[in-house]
């Protein structure tokens, strides 16, 4: 019964690799999110896509891109992972203005 | 601006006691308003939207727009409602329609 899944449960990456991680959900959602979890700070928005190829910022881009080649794959790229993105990775999709469906996270250790 | 205020980071009660989890929000219009819950070790899930007007698990909440207020409510506590709990709020179109989090309040019940 799993709907938006995220590659990896866990990630340990090292400074200055390049970071990919993947969501695929199978609703045929037109719209898509990543997510950062931190205590204290609860989620915020990095990237949206409300279509294939389309993608928007979020209140923190920076450090972050996005790929999404089809409807159902939305990518997060981290270009050159720092400590400071050490976090738990929520993925996302949703009809518009209805509830979203959250993946399981990746939490990403960048050491 | 849009925001979601949750003014308790953890809220700590006895079983059976009633709990009130507040949260209150500013935005120029009538939003959506949502609550999700993250169990221990599970993802993230939509537990009741305000316009749905039903009792998920016991618990209820009542959007008031004079307050701008939307307190998630339960008159029983019980230990399996122990996990951290996200306000959310959703406005009109395009990326006004992007759901915005409150910080979270971690809701522990004790036995």
């Known amino acids: 019964d799993v709907k938006v899944t995220q590659s990896s449960r866990y990630l340990v990456k090292r400074t200055g690799e390049k970071v990919f991680l993947e969501c695929v959900q199978d609703?045929?959602?037109?719209?898509m999110f990543w997510y950062r979890q931190d205590p204290g700070l609860g989620l915020r928005l990095i990237y949206f896509s409300y279509d294939v190829k389309m993608k928007e910022k979020g209140d923190i881009p920076e450090g972050y891109s996005v790929s999404r080649e089809k409807k159902e794959r939305f990518s997060l790229i981290l270009e050159s992972a720092s400590t400071n993105q050490t976090s738990m990775y929520l993925c996302?999709?949703?009809?518009?203005?209805?509830?979203?469906?959250f993946g399981s996270g990746t939490r990403l250790t960048v050491v | 601006a849009q925001r979601v205020t949750q003014p308790e980071k953890l809220l700590s009660v006895f079983k059976g006691a009633p709990v009130e989890l507040k949260c209150n929000y500013s935005y120029s219009g009538s939003p959506e308003l949502f609550w999700y819950v993250q169990y221990s070790r599970q993802r993230l899930q939509l537990l009741l939207r305000?316009?749905s007007r039903e009792s998920i698990k016991g618990f209820t909440a009542d959007l008031n727009k004079g307050e701008t207020s939307f307190h998630l409510k339960k008159p029983f506590a019980q230990e399996e409602d122990s996990a951290m709990y996200y306000c959310a709020l959703s406005g009109y179109g395009g990326s006004q329609g992007n759901l915005i989090f409150g910080k979270g309040t971690k809701l522990s019940v004790k036995p």
């Open positions: 609703m045929d959602h037109e719209n």
């Open positions: 305000h316009i």
């Open positions: 996302a999709s949703s009809l518009p203005r209805y509830g979203y469906t």
